[in-house]
């Protein structure tokens, strides 16, 4: 007999399957003086599980605006779109930080996984919205729906829960 799998692991899985191979994200982070922050970061290669990792150093402003505000939104772009909305939090475990680790931010942040002021950034995901490759069909008929009532679907991206 088949298990169940529950809405969080359906959702937890769609995400991971849109976001699979992206490399970059866009964080976002909340600036007391400036409102939203975007900025470009590599995602860890490791599988989503509801969890997003980052590297970062302490002596910069998303580590300041997360350490006040630990709202954030993720956002990816490729085939699909996806926005994730979590809270940040920032772990310190030197192993994890190995593991994550490679010579590409060594020469970017001038430091080695081991120095202080490297730091790991986690987004436990709370929801996804995303929008898959096919919008533009989507778009077509929901404007097809509108004007004649005709056209099946009006959505045009779907949001879970993945806390």
Do not use: C
């Not at 799998?5 to 003086?33: C, F, H, N, P, Y």
């Not at 926005?83 to 475990?93: H, L, P, T």
């Amino acid at each position: 007999m088949k298990e169940s799998i529950s809405e969080r692991e359906q959702a937890i899985q769609k995400v991971r399957e849109l976001i699979k191979g992206i490399d970059v994200a866009m964080l976002t982070t909340i600036s007391g003086e400036d409102g939203l922050v975007s900025r470009p970061m590599k995602t860890q290669e490791i599988e989503f599980d509801g969890d997003l990792w980052f590297v970062t150093m302490k002596d910069t402003a998303k580590f300041q605006e997360i350490r006040i505000s630990p709202s954030v939104n993720v956002s990816y772009a490729g085939q699909s779109y996806v926005s994730i909305r979590g809270k940040a939090e920032f772990v310190e475990d030197l192993e994890k930080k190995k593991e994550y680790w490679n010579k590409a931010y060594e020469k970017l942040l001038h430091a080695s996984y081991d120095d202080p002021n490297v730091v790991l950034i986690k987004v436990h995901a709370e929801t996804a919205e995303y929008w898959e490759s096919g919008s533009i069909i989507k778009s077509a008929k929901l404007l097809l729906h509108q004007l004649t009532g005709a056209g099946g679907d009006s959505k045009l991206n779907e949001t879970v829960q993945l806390n």
